[in-house]
Every structure is written in C-alpha cells, then in structure tokens.
C-alpha cells in the first residue's frame, strides 16, 4: 500500500527515540512539508479510493493524520521533505505551491491544496523540490523521504 499510516508514523518517531508521551510535544516538533492522500474504503463494496494529492506543511504530522482519520479515512503520507524551522515550512509552502501551481485542484469543499499529481511523477516532484530548496533559500533540508507498505524510504539527494 502506498505511503505510511498514522500508526506506522507514531511508531517510527517513537523508534527514533522520542518517548510516546512526548511525539507531540514542544521540543520535538519535526517541520515537514508533506505530500499525502486520504484513503477510504466504501463501506459497501470494500473498494478503496484515493483521493488528490494534498500537500501541505506540518509541526507533528501524527497529530494531522489523526484529525485526518476522522469518520473512517486513512490519511497516508507518501513523502516528506524535513526542514530545519517553522519559519522555513512558511517560506517554502508558497513556493511549492507555485512550483505544482499547473496541477492544482479545488475540492468540492473549496480546499486549495489538492494537487492531481500521479503516483509514478511524486518521486521527481518531491525531489525537484528539494532541490529548489536548497539551492534557492539559507534553510536547511535535513530529510527527504518516501513512503511505501508504512515503512520509510529516505531520499539522497
């Protein structure tokens, strides 16, 4: 299954050493722009369906997927780029969002930050991003990573 699960997350922030009361905690925050879909099954047929790319910026994304979840999604993060302050999720969440600008959608609730990206173009999407930046501003990447069956895929670059 693409991308990774709150479940799968908090257990991966908690195997980095950060104790479970404390995930969502000041003093451990990790300042992710993030690329994910919602997933739901129809209650139904059982078919799962994905919806458009969401890209977004985030403090503790175990705290977003969990507000995701709510009446029965599965929030997946397929990919993320770590960078070093909250200051830097702010500056470069416009210039993402004038990067993918061409494939923008509006949900039918009016979201904004739904994107019709497919799976097999987010790889060179995120990595291209990552690129502009850290060539382009003073903040640090300090991660880039991919998601896959809930398990981390981190990206050089």
Do not use: C, W
Not at 38 to 51: F, K, L, M, W, Y
Not at 65 to 89: H, K, P
Not at 107 to 121: H, M, T
């Amino acid at each position: 299954m693409k991308g990774i699960g709150y479940q799968s997350f908090r257990t991966l922030r908690i195997g980095s050493g950060i104790p479970k009361s404390k995930i969502e905690k000041e003093g451990y925050e990790r300042y992710s722009l993030y690329f994910a879909r919602s997933h739901q099954e129809d209650h139904e047929t059982g078919q799962v369906s994905r919806g458009h790319l969401k890209f977004g910026r985030a403090k503790f994304i175990t705290a977003l997927q969990r507000g995701r979840n709510e009446g029965g999604a599965d929030f997946r993060i397929y990919g993320e780029i770590v960078l070093d302050s909250n200051e830097a999720t702010k500056e470069f969440e416009a210039r993402v969002q004038s990067m993918m600008s061409r494939s923008n959608r509006t949900g039918s609730q009016g979201q904004r930050e739904l994107y019709d990206i497919r799976d097999s173009e987010l790889e060179n999407v995120i990595l291209e991003v990552a690129r502009v930046l850290r060539t382009y501003t003073h903040h640090r990447v300090l991660e880039v990573n991919l998601y896959e069956n809930d398990r981390r895929m981190p990206v050089a670059l």
